[in-house]
């Protein structure tokens, strides 16, 4: 709920949901916001055949399977980039990269908004890197020309985290497990 009153879109907004996993904000966005166009991007296969199932009834959200720097998306062709909780799972050597992109598929004057860990932590684990806190994201948005215009920090999302991405992270490995037995 607080991203989608981050968002402010007119109609016909174009967002790249970077890392969509199934689809859930995606659909937020189109239902607070029918008349976005939605581009869904994610490196799973199996994420992307439970989103697509989910939102079949959704015309206005496209569903990518792979890379940003290989897949075909349109430079300067999106109002807003969302970025949710993705960025801790890529290797810190790509972020550049991904930056980089990120300011070539914007359209001048696009926004971008990210939900990241922000707590440090000297290990990480197979699915999350908790490595950054909140002024080495900052560094890095700067250092690739980006302006922060707002930065919230949610000190215990941490905690959050355990309650509720853990448990939807299992249903998720259930449905997961069920598509391929069918």
């Known amino acids: ?20 996993g199934t689809g859930e904000l995606a659909e937020a966005v189109v239902r607070r ?3 976005s166009e939605i581009t869904g991007l994610d490196v799973s296969d199996q994420v992307i055949a439970v989103a697509r199932e989910t939102l079949r ?18 430079l300067g062709n999106y109002d807003i980039i969302l970025c949710v909780t993705f960025l801790q799972h890529i290797d810190p050597t790509k972020l550049p990269l991904i930056f980089s ?6 359209r001048p004057g696009g926004r971008m908004i990210v939900l990241e860990n922000v707590y440090r932590s000297n290990r990480a684990n197979d699915y999350i890197n908790t490595t950054f806190d909140e ?22 999302w941490g905690a959050i985290a355990v309650e ?3 448990p939807m992270m299992r249903r998720l490995r259930e449905r997961l497990k069920s598509n391929e037995s069918v």
Not at 1 to 14: P, R, T, V, Y
Not at 138 to 153: I, N, P, W, Y
């Open 1 to 20: 709920a607080s991203i989608i009153k981050l968002l402010d879109l007119e109609s016909g907004a174009k967002v790249l949901d970077f890392g969509c």
């Open 57 to 74: 009834n959704h015309d206005n959200i496209e569903l990518i399977c792979g890379e940003i720097d290989t897949v075909p998306l349109t």
């Open 164 to 166: 509720s991405i853990l």
């Open 101 to 106: 992109r990120f300011s070539e598929l914007l």
């Open 33 to 35: 916001y029918p008349g």
């Open 135 to 156: 002024n080495t994201w900052r560094e890095m948005f700067t250092a690739e020309g980006f302006q922060l215009d707002k930065v919230t920090s949610y000190p215990h």
